[in-house]
């Protein structure tokens, strides 16, 4: 079974993300956002389609500006659902506006949503599923595991031996 450290690398679209972003830890609020709002738009379909329309959905999303984001009414939901730049699913649509709104109160409570990830770390991947599930929209277990993994929260973003993790754990000093 092959992993992505043996797909992605030279790939164009893969071989950045693996190389550059997944599993290195993340403590911008907004980029945090990005990478929970890529994740859910990925249920269902390939990363590959996500990380093609990543562009779309920074235009769209104003640079995944949680304050933008939180703000956003009827006429920006119906302009998200006409956008073909994006993903177009209602629920999806909602759950980044909610998920958004919700970040704001996490940020008056714990100064920011990474204060708040690092206020509930270290957990088990079950007990982050139930966390998210009772405190975000579209939020199921491989959507809570795959951007807990991004961002370096959960182990598994990289396979033993891959060079990258292997820098990834030199940063962290592991």
């Known amino acids: 079974m092959s992993s992505y450290c043996d797909i992605a690398p030279g790939h164009p ?3 950045p993300y693996h190389d550059e972003e997944y599993g290195f830890p993340v403590t911008d609020d907004d980029t ?19 990380l093609k329309k990543r562009e779309g959905f920074r235009k769209a999303y104003h640079q995944f500006s949680i304050a933008k ?4 009414g009827d006429r920006d939901r119906a302009r ?7 993903i177009r699913n209602r629920l ?8 958004a709104r ?12 990474a204060g708040w ?6 957990k088990s991947k079950r007990n982050w599923v139930r966390l998210f ?25 990289h396979r033993p031996g891959c060079p990258v993790g292997k820098r990834i754990e030199g940063l962290l000093g592991v």
Not at 69 to 72: F, H, M, P, Q, S
């Open 13 to 15: 679209w893969h071989g």
């Open 32 to 50: 945090l956002f990005e990478r929970l709002v890529l994740e859910i738009n990925q249920a269902g379909l390939s990363w590959l389609t996500i």
């Open 69 to 72: 984001v939180a703000r956003y």
């Open 80 to 86: 998200l659902l006409a956008d073909r730049g994006i």
């Open 92 to 99: 999806k649509v909602d759950a980044a506006i909610a998920n």
């Open 102 to 113: 919700t970040i704001r109160e996490l940020q008056k409570i714990h100064g920011s949503f």
């Open 117 to 122: 990830l690092a206020a509930h770390h270290p």
């Open 133 to 157: 599930k009772g405190t975000f929209r579209f939020t199921g277990g491989e959507i809570t595991g795959e951007f807990l993994m991004s961002i370096g929260l959960l182990p598994g973003a």
